[in-house]
């Protein structure tokens, strides 16, 4: 079992950038591919961007090229480094892992076993 813990969120301009951090409980984090999924007011939970245990990564269209997942084994964390920010990136982020095996990127949500508690990211126009 994993327990992750999202930090990072916050408000910040369109045009910025926000780096959210998930950290990792547990000595198994090698073993869980993980990902970054959004919710706003009103709408479903989307996903946004994930990365398999072997460190291949996707993106949703929508934040391709402007965000970038990443992780560290070593500090049981994975990244996102949000960019060129859009108001309508605003949402709710939360960080998800899988078990999974070694190269596959899990974009389903209900392929997610663990979810963090959420950060918030707001993007002021």
């Known amino acids: 079992q994993v327990q992750l813990v999202e930090s990072g969120g916050g408000l910040v301009q369109a045009g910025g950038s926000l780096r959210l951090s998930c950290a990792a409980s547990?000595?198994?984090?090698?073993?869980?591919?993980m990902g970054w999924f959004r919710q706003a007011p009103g709408k479903e939970r989307e996903f946004v961007t994930a990365?398999?245990?072997?460190?291949?990564?996707y993106a949703s269209d929508s934040v391709k090229g402007r965000f970038t997942i990443s992780r560290d084994n070593a500090k049981t964390t994975v990244y996102l480094q949000m960019n060129s920010l859009k108001p309508e990136d605003t949402a709710m982020y939360y960080c998800?892992?899988?078990?999974?095996?070694?190269?596959?990127?899990?974009?389903?949500?209900?392929?997610?076993?663990?979810w963090g508690q959420g950060t918030q990211v707001t993007v002021s126009s």
């Open positions: 547990g000595r198994t984090f090698s073993a869980y591919g």
């Open positions: 998800a892992a899988s078990v999974s095996s070694y190269h596959y990127i899990v974009q389903r949500d209900r392929e997610y076993a663990y």
């Open positions: 990365i398999s245990r072997s460190g291949s990564t």
